[in-house]
């Protein structure tokens, strides 16, 4: 019997829909630069080496500390929006007078249908989904396992009241129960108002899939909030390109950005940002403070150290002066927050 992770089946009526998008080419969403998603047969002998060698340091040598959860800071009213970072792209919001979350991924592993199971860094990470409030709005980036979780969404089932996807997540959703009718899709550059607060999906160079039948058939990419007091921006999951410039030109400048950093690997260099890229991404967007995501939930690359995207993260923005902010896990923050390297001790323990 297929797995239930595997999502929603395509169909002929889905694929009309597909079909209507301007980046819809030859059966699948496409890159609006050319890019390598697939690796080369010749390179699979030394990638499953190098995976199951892995690096040295790839995993935190024990369960990485979540902070309880802090509800009446989080719904203190403020003018400035609030945020809590669950470890990878997990993120909750709250901001004029919403809760949002965005790629919320708190299943415990990233591989749930692979041969080699993906642990998460944390413990009890859907105990966490427990304790926030219910959310009014959830956004999805796209439908790779670790931004779209199935036992995460049936979590949320019942308790989320609106739901913007990527174009193409929505089939899953609607086969796992969410009531089609709270469910929109979103290609790039699609916008909707959502109680006060402006909504845009952005473009990023990346792909999708949860098998080999699925590959491309969901669209990728970022989004945008401005509320009447902030400009937000989540980049989503991808690679280096000119289209950061084109978002900052079109959205920005951003007060906060959220950006890709980490999983990180010269055999996919072109679908994941390396440090300097993501601080140099920030930097094109117009973000005046970034944030390194997309690290300390799993280990997705052999390539480098768990903490590593945060270290050169921190040292990047240093030389370009760019503001960043490095919260913990569960942490409450609001964008001027201080910043402390709450790896280290972790590290070196």
């Known amino acids: 019997m297929p797995s239930k992770h595997f999502g ?65 800071r989080f719904l203190q009213p403020s003018d400035k929006a609030k945020f809590i970072w669950y470890g990878h ?9 919403q809760t949002i979350l965005i790629d919320p991924m708190f299943g415990d592993d990233a591989s749930p249908v692979g041969p080699v199971r993906t ?15 219910d959310p009014d709005l959830v956004l999805i980036t796209h439908d790779h396992y670790d931004h779209l979780d199935y036992k995460s969404i049936l979590h949320l089932k019942g308790k989320a009241k609106q739901w913007y996807v990527a174009l193409g997540v929505k089939r899953h959703l609607v086969s796992w129960g969410i009531e089609p009718s709270t469910i929109e899709e979103f290609d790039w550059w699609d916008e909707r108002t959502f109680k006060g607060i402006t909504i845009t999906f952005t473009p990023t160079r990346h792909f999708s899939g949860r098998g080999l039948t699925s590959m491309a058939k969901c ?7 401005k509320s009447p007091t902030e400009n ?34 010269t055999d996919w260099a072109q679908i994941h940002m390396f440090p ?12 005046r403070v970034a944030m390194p995501v997309h690290w300390a939930g ?19 923005a240093e030389t370009h002066s760019l503001g960043y902010i490095t919260p913990g896990l569960g942490e409450v923050f609001e964008v001027e927050g201080k910043s402390a390297k709450w790896w280290i001790p972790i590290m070196n323990a």
Not at 298 to 316: D, G, R, T
């Open 8 to 72: 929603g089946k395509i169909t002929e009526s889905w694929l009309a829909r597909y079909r209507q998008s301007p980046h819809w080419k030859d059966g699948v969403f496409q890159n609006l630069v050319e890019t390598k998603t697939a690796i080369n047969w010749r390179q699979i002998p030394g990638i499953l080496y190098k995976q199951i060698k892995g690096h040295k340091e790839g995993m935190p040598k024990a369960a990485l500390p979540v902070a309880p959860f802090d509800r009446e």
């Open 89 to 97: 792209s997990a993120m909750a919001m709250w901001i004029h007078g």
């Open 119 to 133: 642990r998460r860094f944390s413990k009890h990470p859907m105990r966490m989904l427990d304790h926030l409030p």
């Open 219 to 225: 669209i990728w990419g970022g989004w945008a909030l």
């Open 232 to 265: 937000i921006w989540f980049s989503g999951d991808g690679g280096y390109a000119d289209h950061f410039k084109e978002i900052g030109k079109r959205l920005g400048p951003f007060d906060f950005g959220m950006m890709e950093c980490g999983q990180y690997n």
């Open 276 to 287: 300097d890229e993501a601080v140099k991404a920030a930097l094109d967007a117009g973000v």
């Open 298 to 316: 799993f280990n997705l690359s052999y390539f480098h150290a768990w903490y590593e995207p945060a270290e050169k993260f921190v040292q990047h």
